[in-house]
């Protein structure tokens, strides 16, 4: 039988190399970056600080949200994992306790981090084993409500480059039309979150759509004290809601001058077809007189 010569570059080569190259992805994934690398309470801990110390302390006191220290003794456990798993769903769904840490925490509703099954249940294993875990929060400096307010409307850039605030927020008083619309308004962000929770939400951001967009991009501590100067400004001085009413104000004038727009059109669209019929009926009896 003759036996051919191998070559990677034929079909049979190309397939050892995909297997190989898959291989070689798996091994790395597990060995590397799957979530179970190090040991359960450790890869916790971290999943803990980027999705949760923003707003939690285990035994630091409450500041966004409760603190978490003995919450298996207030709360069941299913209870707990299902409300780290999907809290939107359960204060949509009207579940009592949720309902009540609503009212209780100023109406801050807890985000849906999108946490998978495995990660929710590693956090919850690094609660079990902690004795303390008292969140750092920063000794801000002095900071400056005008300073604050450049850097949140964006004249002022962020030193580590971060997107300037108004992209996605406003507070009343910013710009004709507001800020943006993408997250909640912030005029009374001081009042539902205090000083300890707006230091800490700017301190370790973890807001899923903020802490990609801040990933790597910090704010210092003197942005923080700038913007914290401003959120209290703008508590005492700001109303919320303008860029609600800037939005529909900003659709109402685009519906009239359509409406505007096609009143003209309507009007002299007949007329100008009608001209243009009869042109090309002069031209036509016109070329056909040239004939005779």
Known sequence: MEV????????AGRMLLVVFFSLVTLVGYFVFGSSF?????????????ENCQSCHTFGGGEIVGPDLQGIF????????????????????EGDPVAMELLIEFN??????????EADVELIMLFLESQD????????LPRGSAGRGESLFTGDQLLEAGGTPCMACHTVGGIGEYGGGTLGP????????YGEPGLTSVMQNISFPA??????????????????????????????????DQATGLFWMSGIGGAVVLFGFMALFWPRQSKNQIERLRIKAETASKGKL
Request: no cysteine; aromatic share 10%.
């Open 185 to 192: 308004d912030l005029t009374r962000a001081y009042e539902r």
């Open 37 to 49: 690398s190090g040991s359960p309470a450790e890869t916790g801990r971290t999943l803990f600080d």
């Open 132 to 139: 303390s875990l008292t969140q750092a929060v920063l000794e």
């Open 73 to 92: 003794d207030r709360r069941e456990r299913e209870w707990v994992a299902r409300f780290i798993t999907s809290p939107d769903w359960m204060i949509a």
């Open 4 to 11: 051919k010569d191998f070559s990677w570059n034929s079909l």
């Open 107 to 116: 109406g801050v509703e807890m985000p849906n981090q999108a946490l998978a």
């Open 210 to 243: 903020m802490k990609y967009v801040y990933g790597g991009k910090n704010l210092s501590g003197q942005e923080i004290a700038d913007l914290l100067a401003f959120f209290i400004e703008a508590d005492t001085a700001g109303d919320e809601g303008m860029a």
